[in-house]
Every structure is written in structure tokens, then in C-alpha cells.
């Protein structure tokens, strides 16, 4: 039963091969994000949809790029992977925007050699 | 300074203690407030919201202090499988961004 799902769960790639992580969720809730989190920090928002809207976060780098074809499905699109985008990459979502829970996904490790 | 910080601890207490931590936002408009558990290499998950006056459920209590800007997560009665990160979550606006602190660390001995 699980609501937010994320494939892989491990991705490897190598230093400027294009990779793309997926996130779908049960949820038929509305936003779906994308977060970014090295080890010991934080999450970091990369960007979000509210429903087809895009919302991308002013310091969110030109080589992250996100799809979303349908309400249940949101993809990340890493064009040009550096070494220094190695970490864990979470998908959540919300039924609105707001004072709503996000529900995350099991996240996608990346590693970039 | 941060717009949500914490100290990361880590936070080493024997079973059956009490501990709290404290988090301090810097947006005096934002609006509401929660506490994620996150467990090593896993997903973050909602512990619980915080709300202005305060709630509790079981072992955890949470207390928001507007005036000071800071909030508050007690455990009582310390399991070993409460040893987990404890993220603080902000949303400044009413835009569904989320701010999060770096996380405090709990370490619950036998």
C-alpha cells in the first residue's frame, strides 16, 4: 500500500550521462516536489507542481529539470550529472499548498563517478 | 542566520529519559509548524504538527511560542527505537514550501 513511490532506489551514473529518477504516488494529491538532501543536511527544495503549474526555486541549477505528464507521475531529468549532485533525491507530495503534510517517497540515491 | 535552526546534537540519553529539543524560525509570519522523524538513509515522516496551543500525543509533546519564535518537541519515556534524526519544518507562507532545519540527532542507549 504504498503512496509515494520512487524508482530506482539506487541509481548509478557517470560524470555527464544524462539520468532521469521517477515518483508516482496513489495519493491523487495535487503538488508533488522534488528535494534534494546530502548527507547531514537538510532537504533541499529543488522545485514543485501544483497540479500542472511548475515552481521552480530561484537557486535550483539549470541542469535539473522536472516533468510531470500526469497527476500521479513527476520525473526528475538530471541532464548533465556532477559529481556534486551525488545524494539522495526525495519525491513528496501534499493534497494542497499550505498548511497540508507532505508525504514522502522512499527517495533515489544517486551516486555520480 | 537560518530561516529554521537546530542543534544537531547528537542528543546520546539512556532509555526512560526525558529530552527536548528546540528549534527557532527566523519569518515571524509563518504559519504553521511541524516535527519529521527521519531514520538513517530513510524518507523523512511526519511525527506530528504543531499547533499554537500546543499538542501532545503519547510520549511526544510539541509547543510553539510564537512571541519568541522558537518551537519545542519533549520526549518522555525514551524507547531505543526513538533514536532517529528530528527534523523542525517550517512553512513560512501559504505556499506549501517548506523550510527545514539540519536535524538533531537522538541517540537512545540500553
Known amino acids: 500500500d504504498a503512496m509515494v513511490i520512487q524508482n530506482p532506489r539506487y541509481q548509478v551514473t557517470q560524470f555527464g550521462k544524462p539520468v532521469t529518477l521517477s515518483c508516482s504516488q496513489t495519493?491523487?494529491?495535487?503538488?508533488m516536489y522534488w528535494y534534494q538532501q546530502k548527507s547531514s543536511q537538510a532537504p533541499k527544495l529543488l522545485f514543485h507542481y501544483y497540479d500542472k503549474d511548475f515552481n521552480n526555486e530561484a537557486d535550483t541549477p539549470d541542469n535539473f529539470q522536472s516533468r510531470r505528464p500526469n497527476t500521479s507521475f513527476c520525473f526528475l531529468d538530471i541532464r548533465s550529472p556532477g559529481l556534486g549532485d551525488a545524494a539522495m533525491y526525495l519525491c513528496?507530495?501534499?493534497?494542497?499548498?499550505?498548511?497540508?503534510?507532505?508525504?514522502f517517497g522512499p527517495g533515489t540515491r544517486l551516486t555520480v563517478l | 542566520r537560518k530561516e529554521v535552526e537546530q542543534d544537531p546534537g547528537p542528543f546520546n540519553v539512556p532509555e526512560g529519559a526525558t529530552v527536548a529539543f528546540n528549534c527557532t524560525y527566523s519569518n515571524s509570519a509563518s504559519q504553521s509548524f511541524f516535527w519529521y522523524r527521519q531514520d538513517c538513509r530513510k524518507e523523512p515522516k511526519l511525527l506530528m504538527s504543531?499547533?499554537?496551543s500546543g499538542n501532545e500525543d503519547g510520549r511526544f509533546t510539541a509547543q510553539l511560542n510564537r512571541a519568541s519564535q522558537y518551537i519545542s518537541l519533549l520526549i518522555r519515556d525514551s524507547k531505543l527505537s526513538d533514536s532517529a534524526t528530528y527534523l523542525c519544518v517550517v512553512n513560512p507562507s501559504n505556499t506549501g514550501k517548506l523550510i527545514f532545519g539540519q536535524g538533531t540527532t537522538l541517540q537512545v542507549k540500553p
Open positions: 513528496a507530495t501534499s493534497r494542497g499548498q499550505g498548511f497540508d503534510e507532505q508525504f
Open positions: 504543531v499547533y499554537s
Open positions: 495519493l491523487n494529491h495535487n503538488v
